[in-house]
Structure formats: C-alpha cells, structure tokens
C-alpha cells in the first residue's frame, strides 16, 4: 500500500528522513513524541506539502499522480483536520455522499447512531470524542482500501479511544487485504492493534520491529551499578541513568534471563520502549 524511501524535508528548527512501508493486509503503526515528525511525514505522503528529496509511492503512484478515482481508495484523518462545527451528522453524510461515489450512507447513519452521534446535533455541540469518532467513521464509509489515521485518540479518555479503536479493528476485519497507517504518541492503543511498529524520534525512524516481537523479546533491566559494570553489554540498545543505578533496554530478554538470574528484568511495553530510546543513550 505505501513504500517511503529516504524521504527527506526540511525546515529551520525541524528535518526529517524517514523509510518505511505499509504492506497489504497490515496495520502499521508510528509511534513518537508530539514534534517527532509524524503529522510531516502524513503531509508528505499525501502531498499536502513538498518533499525536498526521497521517494513515495502510495497504491503504486507517486502522491502527484494520484487520479480522482485512487484518492477514493484512501481513507484519511488528519490531527489538524476535521468538520466545521455548524455542520450535523447528516449535512456531513450528504457532502461525503458528493464526493465518494463508493459512499455507504446507510453504513455511515449506522455507525453514527451506534457511536451516539445524533443526526441533526451540530458538531460544535459534540465533545472530542465524538468528534473523534466521526473523523473515523467518514474515512471507513467510502470502502477506502487503505486508511492513514494521524493521530485518532489524541485527547481521548479511555473509553473514547477504545471505541475509535474498535471502528478500525471492525474495518480490518471486513477485507483482509485492507491495511491501515496509525500515528500516535499514546503508544499502548497501539500495543494490541498493530501488526508492527515504527518509533519516530526527531524526523528519524529509529526502530522498526514487528509487535509480537517487541512485546516477547524486548525487555528492560534494572541493574545496580555494580551490576552494570559485570553485565555482558553485547545484546544492550540504550541505557538510561537512574537514582538505583541503570535502566537498560534489550531486544535479547532470553539471553539476560537465562544468564542472571538474579537481576530484575521487566517485560517491555511500548510505552517502556519508547521511554528508554527517548530518554537513553546508546552503548
């Protein structure tokens, strides 16, 4: 679905470089702190700005030669974009009936009613949520085969983010060659959604690792310092001080497990993970 090679922007406080690609019937996602790079290399992708160098291809197409009819197989939400506020829920679904001629209205009502979207409640009458969730649902109506979701949870509480994450659990299941780019900075919804992870870190991917293999064989140890200065560092990523000694990230826990027994090793979330790559320092 999507194949980003060298992919270079510029700007005076900010550059990015990213590779990465998106295969069929996958959900990728991009994790990274606010300012990482994330909402750029969206933009770039779907050539709402211009690349200084690198390469995109997204359905097989440079971004640029994208006709009509390729942009309706895209399903796309932007953390800087949404409705004006004085629309409703069915002004929304005749603007979107408009422009999709795949558009399933009764799919859209549907999914609106189930998500507690009235519809004749003037969006600037919706909380974020629900805001959320119509940004969502409007990507899923047109039976978009690829969705790119930068940022869908942002500002949600728990209960909100489950039911956005629900939406595209449901879009998955209905196509197995549907595939779907998320971005976001709360790394655990992405813990259980994805097939694999990229970690973006000021404009540059700095981890790519497919998510049973994060969460399995990734793992954080807590050592003293004395402990640190007899570790066998070979199988080490980053390390980070700590008022106990040492935090220290490996992508080898079975190694450690099995050859120190006696020091506290911690399985690695996503949110770990990013943590230690963010606030660490390679070995």
Not at 185 to 203: A, F, K, R, T
Request: aromatic residues 8%; proline residues 3%; charged residues 25%.
């Amino acid at each position: 679905m999507l194949i980003v090679k060298d992919l270079k922007k510029t700007y005076p406080s900010f550059s990015l470089d990213c590779t990465l690609e998106v295969p069929d019937g996958r959900i990728t996602g991009l994790i990274g702190q606010n300012g990482a790079g994330k909402t750029t290399l969206f933009k770039l992708i779907l050539g709402l700005i211009f690349k200084d160098s690198g390469s995109v291809t997204v359905l097989g197409k440079e971004p640029s030669s994208l006709s009509d009819s390729d942009r309706q197989r895209l399903g796309v939400v932007l953390a800087e974009s949404g409705f004006s506020g004085y629309l409703t829920v069915k002004s929304v679904c005749t603007i979107l009936k408009a422009f999709y001629p795949d558009f399933d209205e009764r799919f859209f009502m549907d999914s609106c009613a189930r998500n507690g979207l009235k519809p004749d409640q003037q969006i600037k009458e919706f909380s974020t949520g629900m805001k959320a969730k119509l940004k969502v649902i409007s990507a899923l109506s047109h039976k978009a085969e690829f969705l790119l979701l930068d940022e869908p949870t942002s500002g949600l509480d728990v209960i909100a983010r489950d039911e956005v994450l629900a939406l595209i659990r449901d879009y998955m299941a209905s196509n197995e060659t549907n595939s779907v780019l998320i971005s976001s900075h709360i790394s655990s919804d992405l813990e259980h959604l994805c097939d694999d992870i990229y970690m973006i870190h000021e404009g540059r991917i700095v981890l790519h690792e497919d998510t049973d293999t994060l969460l399995s064989d990734y793992a954080v140890l807590k050592v003293s310092d004395e402990e640190f200065e007899n570790l066998d560092k070979s199988y080490l990523l980053r390390k980070v001080k700590e008022p106990f000694g040492w935090s220290c990230l490996t992508d080898k826990k079975a190694f450690y497990v099995e050859n120190y027994p006696d020091i506290v090793i911690e399985r690695s979330g996503i949110d770990e993970l990013m943590q230690n790559y963010i606030k660490g320092e390679s070995l």
